[in-house]
């Protein structure tokens, strides 16, 4: 029996623990031992690590995912993008996601794990499809969530939907941890039925379900995993690699993985994980198990999410009324699966309609263009009043709202002139105008201060020998 591991710690683990704040030095010296313990794939890239390269890192992001490509030659490099959204925040249109996978490709991403909020098919399959056209892997993620309309009938459809556009595997992706032993069970075991593609699992341990799930995930007929090692594991994490590399094995499972490297490794993220302590950038409330999740069916983060709108406007007292709210809102909305950006918009439509006493009387400008279709098909049906109370005359997209996008990459060329020293660098720009900006005047400025310093050198290098 064979199971592979997905080490996350340089990017989910990272993102989940120290929100994406680590920088490129903290793990360069440990890459020769990633490559090395025999990891299915390494997750690398994407998600909020681009973002937060040129925000907060002052790293070119691209820089970051070839020296980690030159560092781990032999390790397959994973990266998570959020299908037409790529690692923004909105639909761009297909040639930006095109030229995106492409470099994404060119600069060292072998595995690239595409989802979408709404799990609508044409909002990934361009992405899917370029990446196949570069000869890389595509794996088509489900976002896993629980509604009386999210049933294994229904995961069945969108496997098989993807497995037409030609994904290579398919991952079942609990961004919340709450996907149970027994509901992953069950689902691997429907999906092996139904798609012939290898079966990945994604989960975060965050209300404890998590290795429960992983073991029951790889009992059901699962493939890979997805781990994070020790020192950057649990809570809000992936659970730890070595542990259940060490359950596995012992029970006749063939992970591939070398203890020996994966020790080291654990040590090493040990140590990052004591000054990130110390720093206070490492909060140690998310190692902790949340089982709040699992009481009101709403992802940890969200439920911070209301405490804090509620306490921002003095209305804790209306708590207990926002949590009641919020399955209606979501069911009235055709019950999208709560992850970014939908469940900021269900949580937010479900406080105002509380704090305002009356329904749909405020809405965000986000749920309206949900309600006319720019994010994608709803996995259920919106309620028609409510639509109707807020469209009013206004008329919903048909079709793809992608296909309504103008290209973009020209004219964003034309925008950052030469600021730009390769199509990469464009590329950040038309995904992150302002921080790329940012980023290339940084840049520039340390491209001169290392031309002054070095005709400096000579001097003060005399009067040191002096
Ligand atoms: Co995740």
New binding site residues.
């Given amino acids: 029996m064979r199971i592979r591991f997905t080490e ?1 710690v340089l990017r ?1 683990a990272n993102q ?1 623990l120290v929100a994406t704040r680590m920088p490129f030095s903290d793990f360069e010296s440990i890459l020769p031992v990633l490559d090395k313990a025999g990891y299915y794939s390494l997750e690398c890239w994407g998600g909020a690590t681009f973002d937060s390269c040129l925000r907060f890192l002052n790293e070119d992001p691209w820089e970051r995912l070839r020296k980690i490509r030159k560092g781990c030659p032999n390790t397959k490099l994973q990266m998570l993008l959020r299908g037409q959204n790529l690692l923004g925040y909105k639909h761009y249109p297909d040639d930006i996601v095109r030229r995106f996978v492409k470099k994404s490709i060119d600069n060292g991403i072998d595995i690239i794990r595409i989802f979408d909020a709404l799990n609508d098919i044409r909002n990934i399959e361009v992405a899917v499809d370029e990446t196949i056209k570069n000869g890389a892997l595509a794996s088509g993620a489900i976002c896993y969530t629980i509604s009386p309309i999210h049933n294994l009938e229904n995961y069945v459809k969108i496997a098989r939907q993807m497995e037409e556009i030609g994904v290579s595997t398919i991952c079942i ?1 609990d ?1 919340a941890g709450i996907l149970s032993p027994k509901a992953v069970f069950e689902l691997v075991k429907a999906l092996k039925e139904n798609v012939s593609c290898p079966l990945v699992v ?1 989960t ?1 341990s965050t209300t404890g379900l998590g290795y429960m799930t992983l073991l029951r995930a790889v009992e059901g007929g699962a493939d890979v995993i997805d781990t994070a090692i020790s020192g950057f594991s649990g809570g809000t994490s ?1 659970p730890a690699a070595e542990t259940l590399n060490y359950a596995l094995s012992e029970l006749g499972y063939n992970t591939g993985l070398n203890a020996e490297a994966l020790d080291r490794i654990g040590d090493f993220f040990k140590d990052i994980r004591s000054r990130d302590f110390k720093s206070g950038l490492l909060n140690p409330t998310v190692l902790t198990t949340d089982a709040k999740a699992l009481v009101y069916q709403i992802p940890g983060g969200m439920l911070s999410n209301l405490v804090s709108q509620l306490t921002s406007v003095n209305r804790m007292d209306l708590f207990n009324d926002v949590l009641e709210e919020t399955p209606k809102v979501r069911k009235e909305l055709g019950y999208p699966p709560l992850v970014t950006p939908m469940s900021q918009m269900v949580g937010a439509q479900a406080t105002t309609n509380v704090i305002t006493g009356k329904r749909y009387s405020s809405v965000s400008k986000e749920v309206k263009s949900y309600l006319k279709g720019e994010y994608g098909t709803p996995p259920g049906e919106i309620d028609e009043e409510i639509k109707k109370q807020i469209l009013g005359g206004e008329t919903p997209i048909e079709g793809r709202f992608a296909d309504t996008l103008e290209p973009a990459f020209e004219k964003a060329r034309a925008q950052i002139g030469d600021k730009a020293e390769n199509e990469e660098d464009i590329l950040s720009y038309a995904l992150f105008p302002e921080q790329a900006l940012k980023f290339f005047n940084y840049r520039e400025g340390l491209k001169k201060r290392t031309f002054t310093y070095s005709f400096s050198l000579p001097e003060s290098e005399g009067e040191k020998n002096a």
């Fill in positions: 996350t989910d989940s992706k961004m994604h975060h992936q």
